[in-house]
Each structure stands twice: as C-alpha cells, then as structure tokens.
C-alpha cells in the first residue's frame, strides 16, 4: 500500500493550495482517510478526515478548509483557502483500514511521504 502526496508548494497569507493524496495497492473507499501536519519543532496534529458519516476539520482549519475524496481514484484532497503562516507544516495524508473518523494519529495505519506547505506572511 502506498500513499502519494502531491500539490504542496509556497503561497502568499490568504492564497489557497490543494493537496491531493492518491492511494494504490488497495481499495480505500470503505474507509476513513485524513490528513495530519507537523510543523517543525511540533507535535503531528489532526487537520482533517473524511468517512462513511461525513467530513471532519480540526478547530483551527474550520471555515477555510475542505476534505472530499475520489472513490474512483482512490484520492482524497484537502483544499486549503484563506491560508495563514500558522499553516506552514508538512502534510501528511492517512488512511485506516476502519471505516469510522478518527483524529488520534495512532488510529492510521497507511501513512503517505508529506508534502511541504509554506506560507508566507
């Protein structure tokens, strides 16, 4: 199983950004996929999730971003607009072999590479 990140990259304070996480080896539509972000220096937190009873988007990320998934791709996206300096982390995306929503890391089973997300002020 592996987990591809993509679409990370440098962006201005209120620009947008979409970070796509294409899975292969198996089939993720019955289950839930999120993504996490660590900055340096930081613990990895929760940023969002997305299963079979809906989307989730930590306090911090609520209004300005968006989850959704591709069953057909086998991709989940995190759209990111309005985004702040605080948001600067590397992105990881995730996904469980359950189906239910979880925001505890050690929840995830499947872990992708990270892509670098900067923004500037």
């Known amino acids: 199983v592996q987990l591809q990140a993509s679409g990370g990259g440098l962006v201005q304070a209120g620009g947008s950004l979409r970070v796509s996480c294409a899975a292969s080896?198996?089939?993720?539509?019955?289950?839930?996929m999120g993504w996490f972000r660590q900055a340096p220096g930081k613990e990895r937190e929760f940023v969002a999730a997305?299963?079979?009873?809906?989307?989730y988007i930590a306090d911090s990320a609520k209004g300005r971003f968006t989850i959704s998934r591709d069953n057909a791709k086998n991709t989940v996206y995190l759209q990111m607009n309005s985004l702040k300096p605080e948001d600067t982390a590397v992105y990881f995306c995730?996904?469980?072999?359950?189906?239910?929503?979880?925001?505890?890391?050690?929840?995830?089973?499947?872990w992708g590479q990270g892509t670098q997300v900067t923004v500037s002020s």
């Open positions: 080896g198996r089939s993720f539509s019955r289950s839930a």
């Open positions: 995730t996904a469980r072999s359950g189906a239910g929503y979880s925001s505890l890391s050690d929840d995830y089973d499947y």
């Open positions: 997305i299963s079979w009873s809906g989307a």
